[in-house]
């Protein structure tokens, strides 16, 4: 069967697309029109069709810019910023922004199985991959777990890491909540980003293998750096 101008311009760019980084911006419809030797009107269709795949995003009075996302966790494994950062080639980082100590009010008692008063531990994090501000990170932790923990022991140290090695508290399972959303203009300032720009906005609570919550952390990524994937297993039938 003879394959069409368009789905064969389709072809060519999805290759060149794959090649570039994220959020690159591609070439105008008229330069790629004068490319390939191909009407605007095949170009306009080829790019409708790729921005409906998601591999493009348009922005008016801009252009067309690579909507491919790099920043991937699989949520049926233990998530690792840094490590899946570095499994992609990135340079991770981490922002301390405040670490202080709090009394738990009715919300935080709840989502960390404490009594309201109790004393919990903050800490708000800035993620960074490549020096560009990928998530924001507000975890709560009970204190009485982690009473000696200090801002000293966060210092280029993974979270999880410090739980195991230093308090003897292992991750078993956790369970992770996310929908979209838009920044607010605080998180806008921190991410880099517009108010109102669209988000993710992460909900996670993570357990001990005695079923205690340990970790409560709310975060906000960019929807523009950062994906989910889910693998989901059709051969179980409920």
Request: with cysteine.
């Amino acid at each position: 069967m003879k394959i069409t101008l368009q789905e064969q311009l389709i072809n060519l760019l999805t290759n060149y697309i794959q090649s570039m980084p994220a959020n690159a911006k591609l070439p105008s419809e008229r330069q790629i029109s004068d490319k390939y030797q191909l009407s605007r009107t095949t170009v306009r269709a080829a790019l409708n069709e790729l921005e409906v795949t998601g591999l493009i995003r348009r922005v008016h009075g801009k252009g067309t810019f690579v909507n491919r996302v790099d920043l991937n966790s699989d949520l049926n494994s233990s998530y690792s910023f840094n490590k899946q950062m570095m499994s992609i080639g990135k340079k991770p980082q981490t922002k301390i922004l405040s670490f202080e100590r709090k009394e738990a009010n009715s919300y935080f008692s709840r989502k960390l199985d404490v009594s309201v008063g109790d004393q919990i531990i903050k800490i708000k994090r800035l993620r960074i991959a490549d020096n560009v501000p990928v998530m924001l990170e507000r975890t709560y932790l009970p204190a009485d777990h982690f009473n000696l923990l200090t801002e000293d022991m966060l210092e280029g140290r993974s979270l999880y890491e410090i739980f195991a090695t230093e308090f003897n508290e292992q991750v078993y399972y956790a369970d992770e909540y996310f929908l979209a959303g838009i920044t607010s203009k605080r998180d806008s300032n921190y991410l880099d980003i517009k108010e109102g720009t669209p988000c993710l906005n992460l909900k996670r609570s993570t357990y001990n293998p005695h079923n205690q919550v340990i970790e409560y952390t709310l975060s906000v990524a960019r929807s523009d750096q950062f994906a989910y994937h889910i693998r989901h297993d059709i051969s179980k039938k409920s």
